[in-house]
């Protein structure tokens, strides 16, 4: 009997757990959503040393981190990529970040280099540094392999080809939407490795991981450490190592999120202003002084040529510059539904391209601009 009842408890706490995520993917219940990713896992061990493997240290490493998060940020919902030891594929791990609406990706991996003597712990955000023989292009590559035990990896990743580091140029093309958030998690986490746990400072870095690719939305990926490096090894192995890694990982997390909830109450007196404008003086609101929207499909570190083609391959082809990235856009209108027919049309080409709203020469968000140009219609 007794027994019968446990299993019925199980059951019904499993279905309420599979009610909750689902309901997570649609409504956030106002939460900040932080997607922990344990790198690799089941049949991809990452690098390994020994009987050391890296999956094994990103995830203890990984639920630590989790576990504090859970116990001390009740306005948190963390979502793990995996919690045990199973192979999920890259893009999935993004997927299930984008499904989920997440605010922070955070990637957990373990270093590996043939030589035995590299040590120290590094942070990674999305992008190509200058230098393209650097060891960052190097690490990325080879986190990207995992992909080579995934069973359709061509069907998802867009050509790109984990043997071949000129395949790594499509990185350049990616949108670079997240970056100042990504870089503020990244700097806040690389000081907590170097100042908490007191690793050796490999800096903060940029690189094209697949992982990161893929999710749409402020992210990281952190090397812990070389498990190549024996000393280094023993320490993420022990007990001390996962605690102390776990707690900067957790601390520069919490650190983050500070920042996070000050920018976000920063931004409300903003568009309130907006609006009072708009309400105040309705009669001012002529077409011009509505924001439009336009689709962006493409982010360059240099601008395109005059003659080049894919500014004649779409109408109002525009760019503007942020952190010194040029971001094109196509398309001009205060319709809504219009500019979501023109995206339709760019996503055949570029998968990628996403709405923005421009009012007065600034982006403002989607939202803002809808129900501005919503009073005004
Ligand atoms: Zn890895």
């Given at each position: 009997m007794n027994k019968i009842k446990n299993t019925m408890t199980v059951i019904i706490a499993v279905f309420c757990l599979m009610t909750t995520m689902q309901a997570g993917a649609v409504d956030k219940e106002g939460k900040f959503v932080l997607v922990i990713d344990p790198g690799h896992g089941g049949k991809d061990p990452g690098a390994v040393n020994g009987k050391n493997q890296e999956k094994t240290i990103n995830l203890k490493v990984a639920l630590k981190m989790g576990k504090l998060i859970e116990d001390n940020c009740k306005d948190v919902k963390v979502i793990y990529t995996r919690k045990t030891d199973v192979f999920v594929e890259l893009y999935k791990r993004a997927d299930i970040a984008n499904k989920a609406g997440a605010d922070m990706f955070i990637s957990v991996h373990t270093n590996s280099s043939k030589n035995k003597s590299a040590n120290g712990a590094e942070t990674y955000l999305l992008g190509v540094e200058d230098n393209r023989t650097s060891a960052n292009l190097n690490a990325a590559l080879e986190e990207n392999?995992?992909?080579?035990?995934?069973?359709?990896?061509q069907a998802h990743y867009e050509g790109y080809d984990p043997n071949s580091p000129e395949s790594m140029i499509i990185f350049e093309f990616?949108?670079?939407?997240f970056q100042k958030e990504s870089l503020k998690m990244a700097q806040f986490n690389q000081n907590q490795m170097v100042k908490g746990a007191k690793r050796p400072d490999r800096g903060v870095h940029q690189a094209g991981y697949l992982v990161l690719w893929k999710s749409a939305m402020p992210s990281i990926l952190i090397e812990l450490g070389f498990i190549s490096n024996n000393a280094e090894c023993q320490y993420l192995v022990s007990q001390k190592g996962v605690d102390e890694m776990g707690q900067s990982l957790y601390k520069a997390f919490k650190e983050y999120l500070e920042y996070h909830n000050k920018q976000t109450n920063k931004a409300v007196p903003t568009s309130q202003a907006i609006g009072n404008k708009q309400t105040n003086t309705p009669k001012e609101a002529s077409q011009e002084s509505l924001p439009v929207y336009k689709v962006q499909f493409m982010s360059l570190k240099t601008p395109l040529k005059k003659n080049d083609s894919r500014l004649k391959a779409y109408e109002n082809v525009d760019y503007y510059t942020e952190n010194g990235i040029c971001k094109y856009t196509c398309g001009d209108t205060t319709d809504y539904d219009a500019i979501l027919n023109t995206k339709k049309e760019v996503q055949k080409k570029y998968k990628d391209a996403f709405v923005i709203a421009v009012y007065n020469g600034k982006r403002i968000s989607v939202k803002e601009a809808r129900q501005i140009n919503s009073k005004n219609k």
């Open positions: 392999k995992a992909i080579l035990l995934e069973n359709d990896y990616m949108q670079n939407e």
